[in-house]
Every structure is written in C-alpha cells, then in structure tokens.
C-alpha cells in the first residue's frame, strides 16, 4: 500500500521540530508523495508556536514544488471535557484539525479512564483525526470510541512515530486498528515526522496493518484526491478555502 498524503508533520515552527516547510515540501517531491498538512503543537504545548502561527498560516501557498500544502495544527486536548486549545473559529477555518493528548498539557493525567475526554473531542465538529490515541496512559473504551468516530465521520490516526518514541502503545494501536477494521471506521496513517526526511515514513505502521489484514479503502489518505473526497464529502469541509488568493 503507497500513502501519498501526510496528514501530521511538523515544522521548526513547533520547536521539538527540525525542518521549514520548504524543505519538507522538497523532499516529499522528491519521494512521489501529492502532499501533506502542516500540523504543528497548538499553544498549550510548551515547545509550540504563538496563536499567530494558526492565524496567518493562510499565507502557505496550497502547492510548493508541486505538492498540495494543507493547512492545520495538532491541537491538544486539555481535560476529560474533552476542550482543546484554539478558537472554534479559528479551527473552522483549518483544513486539517488533528487532536491529541499529551501529558504536558492534560489535565486528566492520573484519571483511569479517558473515554469521556475522546468521546466529546469525537462529536466536537471542528476536529477532524483522533491522534496517537493509543498511550496507556490515557485508557478508554476502544471499542465505543472507534465505532462512534466511524458515525461522526472522524478518523482514527495510526501514527508511525508512535512505534519509535511511544513503543508501550504499539499493541493497543494494533488493538485500535483492528476495531476500525471490524466496524469498517476510517483511519488516516501519518509519519508524525520532525524533520523532513521523516515525511512520508510509515513503515512499521503498514508493518501492523498488513499483519492484520487491514483494509485497503478504510485509509482514507493513501491519496491526496482520498482524503479530499473523504473531507469534503464525509466531512462536509472545503479544502484550501482559508488561502489567499494571492497564493
Ligand atoms: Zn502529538
Ligand atoms: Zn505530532
């Protein structure tokens, strides 16, 4: 299986990052991909980028070096309501609204079950993927949350980084992609990359969903006209719309 649209990467603009978008859009044309979403840590991560950074991505072109820029941000989910750090309207107008947990800026760290937290970040409507969701740290049901992403027409990420850096969570990502199989809920695999050679890496992820026989049509960016299809017919959201029409 070729995935040829990232659907997480960060830029030096989150600071734990080592690459511009000029030189990740660079390599990915080199290796064949259509693309990729600048998602970088929303403000309450201590390494991330001001609000400003969310307000003006705007000004990225929508394709550089013939790779379609997708405009986003991995926001941080911040307490077992399930809130999160950017303005609703500011996220309206993102094109890509990845959703995570980490400890650094939780609030629920410690509670034994965060199923609360992802089922309300789930019906939250400006969220689009449920990311590295497979810490064991951060516990829920895994089988009413995947059902209930696949009725809200949400994605379930499998993030490649998640086998190098997070390795205590590979097998409840297995876990997790497995129940997206059985209850047919689409999922979007990413590099998570932090610098740019990274882009486009999900090699132990494909690893885990050949083993399981995962279903081909249930990745819903193995292209960029997948993902585009799945976002704006499933989603209901309209690509690039934020963009200057300058750029
Ligand atoms: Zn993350
Ligand atoms: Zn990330």
């Given at each position: 299986?070729?995935?040829?649209?990232?659907?997480?990467?960060?830029?030096?603009?989150?600071?734990?990052?080592?690459?511009?978008?000029?030189?990740?859009?660079?390599?990915?044309?080199?290796?064949?991909?259509?693309?990729?979403?600048?998602?970088?840590?929303?403000?309450?991560?201590?390494?991330?980028?001001?609000e400003w950074?969310f307000r003006n991505?705007?000004?990225?072109?929508?394709?550089?070096?013939?790779?379609?820029?997708?405009?986003?941000?991995?926001?941080?989910?911040?307490?077992?309501?399930?809130?999160?750090?950017?303005?609703?309207?500011?996220?309206?107008?993102?094109?890509?609204?990845?959703?995570?947990?980490?400890?650094?800026?939780?609030?629920?760290?410690?509670?034994?079950?965060?199923?609360?937290?992802?089922?309300?970040?789930?019906?939250?409507?400006?969220?689009?993927?449920?990311?590295?969701?497979?810490?064991?740290?951060?516990?829920?049901?895994?089988?009413?949350?995947?059902?209930?992403?696949?009725?809200?027409?949400?994605?379930?990420?499998?993030?490649?980084?998640?086998?190098?850096?997070?390795?205590?969570?590979?097998?409840?990502?297995?876990?997790?992609?497995?129940?997206?199989?059985?209850?047919?809920?689409?999922?979007?695999?990413?590099?998570?990359?932090?610098?740019?050679?990274?882009?486009?890496?999900?090699?132990?992820?494909?690893?885990?969903?050949?083993?399981?026989?995962?279903?081909?049509?249930?990745?819903?960016?193995?292209?960029?006209?997948?993902?585009?299809?799945?976002?704006?017919?499933?989603?209901?959201?309209?690509?690039?719309?934020?963009?200057?029409?300058?750029?």
């Amino acid at each position: 299986m070729r995935i040829k649209f990232d659907t997480h990467t960060h830029t030096l603009a989150s600071s734990h990052a080592y690459s511009t978008v000029s030189e990740n859009a660079s390599f990915a044309a080199k290796i064949g991909m259509d693309g990729f979403a600048v998602t970088d840590h929303a403000p309450a991560m201590p390494d991330s980028p001001h609000e400003w950074h969310f307000r003006n991505l705007k000004n990225l072109p929508k394709e550089l070096f013939g790779e379609k820029i997708l405009i986003g941000a991995e926001v941080n989910i911040l307490d077992l309501e399930g809130n999160v750090d950017l303005d609703k309207q500011l996220l309206k107008r993102l094109d890509v609204v990845n959703a995570s947990i980490h400890s650094q800026a939780y609030s629920g760290c410690g509670a034994e079950d965060h199923t609360s937290a992802y089922e309300a970040v789930v019906k939250d409507p400006h969220i689009d993927i449920i990311c590295h969701s497979g810490t064991p740290d951060f516990m829920y049901d895994y089988e009413y949350i995947v059902k209930l992403a696949g009725e809200y027409n949400k994605l379930i990420e499998i993030n490649n980084h998640s086998f190098f850096v997070r390795s205590s969570s590979i097998r409840n990502c297995r876990r997790i992609a497995e129940l997206c199989k059985k209850h047919g809920t689409g999922i979007a695999v990413s590099s998570d990359a932090h610098f740019f050679t990274d882009i486009g890496n999900y090699s132990k992820a494909l690893d885990m969903l050949y083993e399981i026989g995962f279903p081909e049509e249930l990745v819903m960016n193995r292209t960029y006209e997948s993902f585009k299809e799945f976002m704006e017919g499933a989603r209901g959201k309209k690509l690039c719309s934020w963009r200057l029409e300058t750029c």
